[in-house]
């Protein structure tokens, strides 16, 4: 027992003896490498804010991130069934009974104008036909803008009128990118005097006349002198400040 005692008392006079020879500051570097500080979070400035942001995170950037969060489920199953059945009309109508015509307003818009994008026009037209049998129609000039220029672009001139027709029953005039894209369609299409028949009506509209609907006949009407006469008419007395260019006399004369 007595041994016991006098080993413990001399191991804590050693170790007493050894800690006063050790250095203080030694001491307290190396418990700061076994046990490390804590870190805790600063505020970060804007620059380093703007170095943390160029890491990517994983999710969709731009558009596609968009345009999956505006086109919900049901339109995207609504436009695939029309493109999967487009071929086959009696198919087709009874797709559109069934899915199309429960869709919300915003869906069944929504389904319109990705038609549209995807240049799918016959089917936009049909689409565009039960907008107009629901309950929530109102007659809209952009509705029918964004469906006529598709049309145009396409060369589908004959539906183009059809809706034209229908969107001035309803008195709605178009705009001068309506005006523009139609009469640049007629050109393509080799119809001059049904691009002059809109020309006069875009003189009708209530809106003040553009300049690129004239810029537009006056480029496309250069095989035919007296009708781009007329129309050089009217654009000097509009826009008198503005030059139209006039080719050589040959090139009427070759035509």
């Known amino acids: 027992m007595a041994g016991r005692l006098f080993s413990k008392s001399k191991f804590q006079f050693f170790v007493s003896s050894l800690l006063r020879k050790v250095d203080p500051s030694a001491l307290q570097e190396s418990s700061l490498l076994l ?23 994983g999710r969709p950037r731009g558009p596609l991130w968009r345009g ?11 436009i695939s069934g029309l493109k ?4 086959d009309e009696e198919k ?13 307003k915003m869906d069944m818009i929504a389904v319109l104008s990705e038609l549209e994008r995807q240049e799918e026009v016959s ?23 964004d469906l006529i220029i598709s049309l145009a672009r396409c060369k589908k001139m004959d539906e183009a009128m059809q809706l034209w027709e229908t969107m001035r029953k309803e008195e709605l005039f178009p705009d001068s990118q ?11 299409y080799g119809s001059p005097a049904d691009a002059m028949n809109i020309y006069e009506d875009m ?18 009407l250069i095989p035919h ?9 009217d654009f000097e007395e509009l826009f008198p400040e503005r030059h139209v260019y006039d080719p050589p006399e040959e090139i009427f004369g070759a035509c």
């Open 84 to 87: 999967r059945f487009k071929d």
């Open 92 to 104: 087709l109508e009874k797709f559109v009974k069934t899915h199309v015509s429960r869709l919300l």
């Open 123 to 145: 089917l936009a037209v049909k689409v565009f036909g039960v907008i107009q049998k629901q309950d929530w129609y109102k007659p809209d000039v952009f509705l029918y803008k």
């Open 178 to 188: 309506t005006y523009t894209e139609v009469i640049r369609g007629f050109l393509r």
């Open 35 to 57: 046990k490390p500080r804590p870190q805790f979070l600063e505020p970060c400035s804007a620059k380093d804010v703007h170095w943390v942001r160029r890491f990517h995170d």
């Open 203 to 220: 003189k009708l509209s209530p809106d003040p006349p553009d300049e690129l609907p004239f810029r537009i006949l006056l480029k496309g």
């Open 68 to 78: 999956k969060k505006l086109i919900g489920k049901e339109a995207l199953f609504v």
């Open 225 to 233: 002198p007296l009708l781009r006469n007329r129309v050089k008419q």
